[in-house]
T-cell receptor, first 115, second 117 residues
Framework: GAGVSQTPSNKVTEKGKYVELRCDPISGHTALYWYRQSLGQGPEFLIYFQGTGAADDSGLPNDRFFAVRPEGSVSTLKIQRTERGDSAVYLC?????????????FGPGTRLTVL | AQKVTQAQTEISVVEKEDVTLDCVYETRDTTYYLFWYKQPPSGELVFLIRRNSFDEQNEISGRYSWNFQKSTSSFNFTITASQVVDSAVYFCALSGGYTGTASKLTFGTGTRLQVTL
């Protein structure tokens, strides 16, 4: 079946602008995760959803970052007043449940560049 | 807090050599899960294996094998007879087994493997 998909694959924006990154999880997966990967680093956890609710947003760096999953499927990561330091690859993953017994499968990522 | 250390930043081998990628982890959870992911130049993270903390049996899958040792908090990954297609960045990751920790993967910084002819 189809894997996790993310759009756009690349996003270039100017400092101060607002951006939205979209994630479409594997069908039937109730848990959805966002990670951020800076150059030369491993992915870092941002937030995860169980169904429609954000169950853990402890990884969001500040209040410019927000994510929603209104119908329990597609999720959107929103970044306000972007800064150059926000440039990174934003990865989305999904799993059957948030239990550690279920593997997280990753999408191809969105490369965000803030000029 | 959970931590994963991959001390090898980059490894270069010639095709057909065996190579071992090291992973050392720290956690206070008694139940936890360990993972290896591969990130080829295309960028997508590909799941390779998951182990739980109660199962220390080593695993072999084709040319890949994994050695899990709780006594040394290590989960090392060996590729036998490496091939050029194995060139990628490999990440070790850890998640907890309890609510609140189970859902976050903590990744190491990755090991870049370069296999040449």
């Amino acid at each position: 079946g189809a894997g996790v998909s993310q759009t756009p694959s690349n996003k270039v924006t100017e400092k101060g602008k607002y951006v939205e990154l979209r994630c479409d999880p594997i069908s039937g997966h109730t848990a959805l995760y966002w990670y951020r990967q800076s150059l030369g680093q491993g992915p870092e956890f941002l937030i995860y959803f169980q169904g429609t609710g954000a169950a853990d947003d402890s990884g969001l760096p500040n209040d410019r970052f927000f994510a929603v999953r209104p119908e329990g499927s597609v999720s959107t990561l929103k970044i306000q007043r972007t800064e150059r330091g926000d440039s990174a690859v934003y990865l989305c993953a999904s799993s059957l449940s948030p239990s550690g017994t279920d593997t997280q499968y990753f999408g191809p990522g969105t490369r965000l560049t803030v000029l | 807090a959970q931590k994963v250390t991959q001390a090898q930043t980059e490894i270069s081998v010639v095709e057909k050599e065996d190579v071992t990628l090291d992973c050392v982890y720290e956690t206070r959870d008694t139940t936890y899960y360990l993972f290896w992911y591969k990130q080829p130049p295309s960028g997508e993270l590909v799941f390779l294996i998951r182990r739980n903390s109660f199962d220390e049996q080593n695993e072999i899958s084709g040319r890949y094998s994994w050695n899990f040792q709780k006594s040394t908090s290590s989960f090392n990954f060996t590729i036998t007879a490496s091939q050029v297609v194995d060139s990628a960045v490999y990440f070790c990751a850890l998640s907890g087994g309890y609510t609140g920790t189970a859902s976050k993967l903590t990744f190491g910084t990755g090991t870049r493997l370069q296999v040449t002819l």
